[in-house]
C-alpha cells in the first residue's frame, strides 16, 4: 500500500500562472481532504470529496480555488492566477471511513513568485 | 467556532525524560481526536486517534488521554529519544464532514 502520493513535491510559479496540485488517495480509500499550511501557522482545512462530489468546501477562498475527485484517477486542487499570497503547503488527507484515522501525503510545496 | 491550542510551543528534554503535551479546545462538541507528528519537509503522521466516547488510548510509548467535558487532552511520551524529536499536532474533528480543527502544535527537540 503505497499511501498518500502527492505530486510534484515542489512547484514553482509566477504571479498570474496557473497551479495543478494532484493527490492519490490510500487504495480503498474514498474520502479526500486538503488543508494548506501558511509559515508559522497551523494547518487550516480547505475541502472534503468524495469520489464525484464535493462535500464541504467551507475553507476554499471563493475565487481562484477549485477541487475535485473524478471517478478515475486522483484529486485535483486547482489555483488560477496565483498571487504570493497563496505560497504555502497544501497536504492531501484520505479516509477509509467514519471516525478512522486520517492519513496525510507529503504534501506539495507551492512558491509563487 | 472551534480553537485548538497547545502549550508548550516548543519542548527541549533530555534523553529519557518523560514529558506530557497539552492540547485544549473550545467546543467539546467533538467526533473524535488524533494526534499527529509532523517531522521537517514532511506530511503527518497519525500517532493516535481517540474518540469522543473513549478517555485514553495507547500505543507503544505513546498514551493519550481526552477529558471532553474540560477541552483537554494529553500526550504523554514515556522515556524520550532522540528520534522522537518532531512537532506534534492536536486536531479535534467535528461531526458531518469530520474535517479536523488543528493546533499550531509543540515542536520537542529530544537531547541525547
Known amino acids: 500500500n503505497a499511501g498518500v502520493m502527492q505530486n510534484p513535491r515542489h512547484l514553482v510559479r509566477r504571479r498570474g500562472q496557473e497551479a495543478r496540485l494532484r493527490c492519490s488517495p490510500m487504495k480503498g480509500h474514498s474520502h479526500v481532504y486538503w488543508y494548506r499550511q501558511l509559515p508559522e501557522e497551523g494547518l487550516k482545512f480547505m475541502v472534503y470529496l468524495q469520489k464525484e462530489n464535493i462535500i464541504d468546501e467551507s475553507g476554499m477562498p471563493k475565487e481562484r480555488f477549485s477541487a475535485e475527485f473524478p471517478k478515475e484517477g486522483p484529486s485535483i486542487l486547482r489555483i488560477q492566477q496565483v498571487v504570493r499570497g497563496d505560497s504555502a503547503a497544501y497536504f492531501c488527507?484520505?479516509?477509509?471511513?467514519?471516525?478512522?484515522?486520517?492519513?496525510f501525503g507529503s504534501g506539495t510545496q507551492l512558491s509563487v513568485l | 467556532k472551534q480553537e485548538v491550542t497547545q502549550i508548550p510551543a516548543a519542548l527541549s528534554v533530555p534523553e529519557g525524560e518523560n514529558l506530557v503535551l497539552n492540547c485544549s479546545f473550545t467546543?467539546?462538541?467533538?467526533?473524535?481526536l488524533q494526534w499527529f507528528r509532523q517531522d521537517p519537509g514532511k506530511g503527518l503522521t497519525s500517532l493516535l486517534l481517540i474518540q469522543s466516547s473513549q478517555r485514553e488510548q495507547t500505543s507503544g510509548r505513546l498514551n493519550a488521554s481526552l477529558d471532553k467535558s474540560s477541552g483537554r487532552s494529553t500526550l504523554y511520551i514515556a522515556a524520550s529519544q532522540p528520534g522522537d524529536s518532531a512537532t506534534y499536532l492536536c486536531?479535534?474533528?467535528?461531526?458531518?464532514?469530520?474535517?479536523?480543527?488543528f493546533g499550531k502544535g509543540t515542536k520537542l527537540t529530544v537531547n541525547p
Open positions: 488527507a484520505s479516509l477509509r471511513g467514519s471516525n478512522e484515522k486520517l492519513f
Open positions: 486536531a479535534v474533528a467535528q461531526g458531518g464532514s469530520e474535517k479536523l480543527v
Open positions: 467546543d467539546s462538541a467533538i467526533y473524535n
